[in-house]
């Protein structure tokens, strides 16, 4: 049967759809632009976004099992809403949902409280589902690295109590294994939730350390100012978006994101492997500076 994955142009969908199709997986898209759409070869494309009834139907049409990713929008919930309405219209049960790290928490953060809502639904609909709760992706760095390399500075306020932040190839791998188990499982299986975590849980300090010792240089921590983060990135982004990040890291002041006990066991015996490091991460974009 084909695996429908939405927001496959992205960080963690287009790396979905590569660890399906190296699996064996018959795969599907579903992207605003198909001409934008790189994927493997014998990967169907459908144009269309989450929005457009229409091609959702058409999308859905011999799915068995959906990877739904929903970008942060101001509509986020209503994407959500329709798709997983015209799942179930469409006779599909089983689902692997991204969410995020304890969203059943952080309710006043407003993409935290959608992806809650969207879990409420896959019990409440009686959907086949894993739920994968990602915490802060190591990819997101990307939009701030010329800061650290032209600036000296980290400038996420991320705060002491430590965020496990995770990379975007370990989240994309435990979602296509969950795809798989569950298009291939002979009958329904129960909801489960798994942790997306890092192998380190680090504060400002210490990031700003790692990129020190990589870069021969001092990198000095921002600090843990959400209404400066707020004004300074309200000058490339919306301002509702702006605000809303600036709700989400004082949650990481707060609360951080720390692993539960055994969250790093099960993902690395899961992948069989280590997952990927923030150190390691960084030492790449040091190397190529």
């Known amino acids: 049967m084909t695996i429908l994955v939405t927001g496959a142009t992205g960080r963690v969908g287009r790396h ?43 999308a859905f049409n011999g799915v068995s099992t959906l990877f739904l990713l929903n970008a942060v929008t101001g509509d986020e919930f209503t ?8 799942a179930r219209e469409a006779g599909i049960e089983r689902v692997v949902y991204l969410s995020v790290f304890e969203a059943d928490r952080a309710v006043n953060v407003p993409h935290f409280a959608v992806k809650f809502g969207a879990e409420r639904m896959l019990v409440e609909m009686g959907f086949s589902a894993t739920v994968l709760r990602p915490t802060y992706f190591i990819d ?23 965020i496990a932040m995770v990379d975007a190839r370990d989240i994309a791998e435990v979602a296509a294994i969950e795809l798989i188990r569950r298009d291939t499982a002979p009958g329904k299986l ?96 040091a190397t190529a500076a």
């Open 140 to 162: 997101n760095e990307l939009m701030i690295k010329d800061v650290i390399l032209s600036h000296g500075v980290y400038p996420m306020p991320i705060g002491s109590k430590g």
């Open 16 to 58: 979905v759809v590569d660890q399906l199709v190296h699996r064996g997986a018959k795969a599907r898209v579903l992207t605003r632009d198909a001409s934008r759409a790189n994927v493997p070869a014998g990967v169907e494309v459908v144009q269309g976004d989450l929005l457009d009834i229409d091609a959702v139907r058409s």
């Open 190 to 285: 129960p909801i489960e939730t798994i942790n997306l975590v890092g192998p380190d849980t680090l504060a400002g300090t210490d990031v700003a350390k790692i990129w020190s010792d990589l870069l021969g240089r001092p990198i000095i921590y921002g600090g843990d100012d959400p209404s400066g983060f707020e004004r300074n990135v309200a000058s490339f982004m919306p301002k509702w978006m702006a605000y809303e990040m600036r709700l989400m890291a004082e949650r990481y002041l707060s609360d951080g994101m720390i692993p539960e006990a055994g969250d790093v066991q099960r993902l690395t015996q899961m992948l069989g492997r280590p997952l990927h490091s923030y150190r390691d991460f960084a030492a790449a974009i």
């Open 79 to 86: 994407q959500a809403i329709i798709t997983l309405n015209i």
